[in-house]
C-alpha cells in the first residue's frame, strides 16, 4: 500500500467525517501467546460471539433471556442473564452493562454479563436504540443523550424482572458505555455503585480528535455535520461517518493500537450483523457539544474506573477519575500490559477485570 493511500486511510480516521472509533468499537490486538479465535454468530442459538458463551439453557445454570420492551416508543432488545440456581422468589443484586459505541449485547457487554452472573447477579444489556436490533430510524443514529437513556431503560426493564433487589442495582460500561454510564450515574440515583472498563469519552473524540490530534478542524467538522442535519431535514439523504471496508494490509498499517484492534476485532473475530462503526454525521452536533466529565462531581457512588496500562485510550480514564470529587469512595485499577480491546476478550485480563469488579459489586450493593 502507497505513503498516499495510507496518509488518506489515518485522514479518514482522524477525521472526524469518518472517525469510527465510537467509544468502542476498537478492538483485539493479536498478542504473542495469545489469539482470537473467530466466532460465527450463526453457529450460536442466541447468536453470542463471545468465548464461552451459553448455548442452551440448562436447569440450575447460568440462563440467558432474550426480552424485549419499549423505550419512549421504540422495541429494545435485550439479554438478561441469571445466576446458577436462580429462584424468582429470592432477591439478588442485578447489574446494567452498557455495550461499547458500535458494539451489541453479544459481544463483550454479553462476556462479562455472563461472566457476572455466574458470580451471582442477575444482569442486563441492551442494544442501544437506533443500533442492533432495536428499534429507531434512521438507522445508526449515535447521540449521548439517547446512550444515556438507554441505561435508564434497562434499568427501568430490570428493576421488574423477577428476583431483582432493586435496592442492589449497580451499573457497568464498557468503552463508549463507559463514558455513557458517568453521565447516566450523575443522576439516576437508583444506581448504587458504577465501575467503567477502557471508558471511552466519545464526545471529546468526536470534538477533538483521537488523543486531541484535530483541535484545528472543530469548526470545519461542525459545518459538516450542521449541513448534514439540514440535509436530513429536507428529505435528502442521511449521510454516514465511519463506514469503511478495509483489507488486512490496511488495517495493519492503520495508526494507533485502538484502529488496528479495533478493526480486527469489531470486523474479523467477534463481528456481528448487528454491529457497525458508521453513525449518521448530523449525530456529530450531539456528540461534538457534550462530554462524559461535564458534572461528573454529581456522582456520589462508589465508583471503580479500570482501564489497560498498555492502552492508547488510557488517558480518557485518568483525565476523568480525579474530576469525581462527589465520591468518597473511588478506585483507579490498570490492568498491566492490556490495550482498550484486549479488555474485551483476553481471558486473563477479562479475569483480572473481573476479580475487581466481583468484590467491588458485592462490597457496594448490600
Not at 458494539?103 to 436504540?129: H, M, N, P, S
Not at 430490570?158 to 450523575?186: E, M, N
Not at 474530576?323 to 484486549?342: M, N, P, R
Request: aromatic letters at 10%; charged letters at 20%; proline letters at 4%.
Amino acid at each position: 500500500m502507497t505513503d498516499e493511500i495510507i496518509n488518506t486511510k489515518r485522514r479518514e480516521f482522524l477525521g472526524a467525517s469518518a472517525l469510527f472509533i465510537s467509544g468502542a468499537m476498537l478492538g483485539v490486538s493479536t498478542m504473542a501467546t495469545t489469539k482470537a479465535v473467530a466466532a460465527d454468530y450463526k453457529q450460536n442459538p442466541f447468536t453470542l460471539v463471545y468465548d464461552g458463551a451459553i448455548t442452551r439453557n440448562e436447569p440450575g445454570k447460568v440462563n440467558i433471556h432474550p426480552v424485549k420492551y419499549k423505550l419512549n416508543g421504540l422495541d429494545i432488545v435485550a439479554n438478561v442473564y441469571t445466576p446458577a440456581g436462580y429462584d424468582p422468589r429470592k432477591k439478588y443484586p442485578a447489574i446494567v452493562l452498557a455495550h461499547p459505541n458500535g458494539g451489541v449485547k453479544e459481544q463483550t457487554t454479553g462476556l462479562y454479563a455472563q461472566r457476572l452472573a455466574e458470580r451471582g447477579f442477575i444482569t442486563i444489556t441492551a442494544d442501544a436504540a437506533y443500533q442492533g436490533g432495536s428499534g429507531g430510524a434512521p438507522r445508526s443514529v449515535d447521540k449521548p443523550q439517547y446512550r444515556i437513556e438507554d441505561i435508564h431503560g434497562m434499568a427501568d426493564f430490570i428493576s421488574g424482572f423477577p428476583g431483582v433487589d432493586t435496592a442492589r442495582l449497580g451499573l457497568f460500561g464498557i468503552c463508549g458505555g463507559g463514558g455513557y454510564s458517568l453521565a447516566a450515574a450523575k443522576t439516576d440515583k437508583r444506581f448504587k455503585s458504577v465501575a467503567t472498563l477502557s471508558m471511552f469519552n466519545s464526545g471529546r473524540v468526536r470534538r477533538n480528535g483521537f488523543q486531541d490530534s484535530q483541535m484545528d478542524s472543530i469548526q470545519k467538522r461542525l459545518q459538516q455535520a450542521s449541513a448534514a442535519r439540514a440535509q436530513e431535514a429536507a428529505g435528502g439523504e442521511v449521510l454516514y461517518a465511519g463506514d469503511a471496508n478495509l483489507t488486512d494490509a490496511q488495517i495493519d498499517a492503520l495508526p494507533f493500537d485502538l484502529y488496528r484492534q479495533g478493526y480486527h476485532y469489531y470486523w474479523r473475530t467477534n463481528s456481528h450483523p448487528g454491529s457497525t462503526f458508521k453513525y449518521t454525521m448530523s449525530s456529530l452536533m450531539d456528540l461534538m457539544r457534550w462530554d462524559a466529565t461535564d458534572e461528573i462531581e454529581l456522582i456520589d457512588v462508589p465508583l471503580l474506573m479500570i482501564a489497560g496500562s498498555d492502552a492508547d485510550t488510557l488517558y480518557m480514564t485518568e483525565d476523568a477519575f480525579p474530576k469525581a470529587t462527589g465520591t468518597k469512595v473511588k478506585e483507579l485499577f490498570k490492568i498491566e500490559g492490556a490495550k482498550h480491546i484486549e479488555t474485551y476478550w483476553v481471558p486473563e485480563y477479562v479475569q483480572s477485570a473481573l476479580d475487581k469488579l466481583t468484590p467491588f459489586f458485592n462490597r457496594t450493593l448490600v
